[in-house]
């Protein structure tokens, strides 16, 4: 089973920056899907970046030009580099995975952004930003 715990969230003003990290355990997939989503309260969740495994990217217009997803080569590492953040930015960011989309030659392979079944998520990490 796939765990994903996130870090690096916490208070800062506006225009400022974090970095969020996701530390993904016994991810074993050969190509798969990763994100971020966030949720503030009493809103619904949003996704706000994705990332396949060739590297392509794709991320909400809210966070266009301030955000940057990235991984590590062996995939263990997800990260959100947030720069000039703004209150609204304030929300409650999830990391998660594509589950399985199929098997071949001893290799998982799971689904890729265009299709993407988020089936792992890890516990959230809280960013506040204050005006």
């Known amino acids: 089973q796939v765990q994903l715990v996130e870090s690096g969230g916490g208070s800062v003003q506006a225009g400022g920056s974090l970095r969020l990290s996701c530390a993904a355990s016994r991810y074993t997939y050969s190509s798969g899907c990763m994100g971020w989503f966030r949720q503030a309260p009493g809103k619904e969740r949003e996704e706000v970046a994705t990332i396949d495994s060739d590297g392509s990217t794709t991320y909400a217009d809210s966070v266009k030009g301030r955000f940057t997803i990235s991984q590590d080569n062996a995939k263990n590492n997800l990260y959100l580099q947030m ?13 998660a ?35």
């Open 83 to 95: 720069n000039s953040l703004k209150p609204e930015d304030t929300a409650m960011y999830f990391c």
């Open 97 to 131: 995975a594509a589950g399985t989309a199929f098997e071949f030659g001893g290799h998982s392979y799971a689904y890729l952004c265009s299709s993407a079944d988020f089936a792992y998520w890890g516990q959230g990490t809280q960013v506040t930003v204050s005006s």
